[in-house]
């Protein structure tokens, strides 16, 4: 079964400094990866997304990730954080057979401080 | 072109009663999927359908079902409901059935309180 670890619940940086969000994943196949936010009250709005090719992946808002897979890791970056980008953020793995759900992590909550 | 949308936007509920979540997707997408997201936890895989049939389920009793209309809406119903089915209830659509590259699109949710 697939599963997706984010170790960090909750993250705190100043403004303007650079950010990495950790996420592992588990599955037995070629992982399908993204990263999704939430701001409070709001569904999720997908920053990037993995399925192939160069494993370093650009995303909206200035965020990228690096798919690594001897590590099963796909951690999220941004070089200078701006404080609207304080939310939560979600991995998750999905399948391409199957059952095609997504599978979540437990979501990094970020704040930023001025 | 209008996103994924749901209704209601909140809903309060007591033990036992029943509930109906209505879901519309993104025009020209045929697959609508149902998560449950608990505070303070990631979304939890419901049901997903595809062209009016269930295509996958998760593991949620047999209290939660849902259905999908000729134009693509989707209903989730949950029965006797408990404390615990208080969450945030997701909808995505999709275009298709291609797997997981076939991106996700996340409505604003249903915000359930059972009391």
């Known amino acids: 079964a697939q599963s997706v670890t984010q170790p960090d619940i909750h993250i705190t940086v100043s403004e303007g400094a650079s950010l990495e969000l950790r996420c592992n994943y588990s599955?037995?196949?070629?992982?399908?990866l993204f990263w999704y936010v939430q701001s409070p009250g709001q569904g999720l709005q997908l920053l990037l997304k993995y399925f192939s090719g160069d494993t370093l992946v650009q995303g909206i808002k200035g965020f990228e990730a690096e798919f690594k897979r001897s590590q099963s890791s796909f951690n999220l970056r941004k070089p200078s954080v701006h404080w609207s980008d304080a939310a939560e953020y979600f991995c998750?793995?999905?399948?391409?057979?199957?059952?095609?759900?997504?599978?979540f992590g437990s979501g990094t909550r970020l704040q930023v401080q001025p | 072109d209008a996103g994924v949308t749901q209704s209601p936007t909140h809903l309060i509920k007591t033990r036992g009663q029943q509930v109906t979540l209505r879901c519309s997707p993104i025009?020209?997408?045929?697959?609508v999927s149902w998560y449950q997201q608990v505070l303070g936890q990631g979304p939890q895989f419901i049901f997903q359908?595809?062209?009016?049939?269930?295509?996958g389920r998760g593991n949620f009793p047999d209290r939660f079902s849902a259905r999908q209309f000729p134009n693509y809406s989707s209903e989730l119903n949950v029965n006797a409901l408990l404390l615990g089915d208080s969450a945030l209830y997701l909808c995505?659509?999709?275009?298709?059935?291609?797997?997981?590259?076939?991106?996700?699109?996340f409505g604003p949710g249903t915000r359930l309180t059972v009391l």
């Open positions: 995505a659509s999709s275009l298709g059935l291609a797997g997981a590259t076939d991106t996700q699109y």
């Open positions: 025009s020209g997408h045929k697959s």
């Open positions: 998750a793995v999905g399948a391409d057979t199957g059952r095609r759900a997504l599978t």
């Open positions: 599955y037995g196949a070629t992982p399908y």
């Open positions: 359908y595809y062209e009016k049939e269930e295509r």
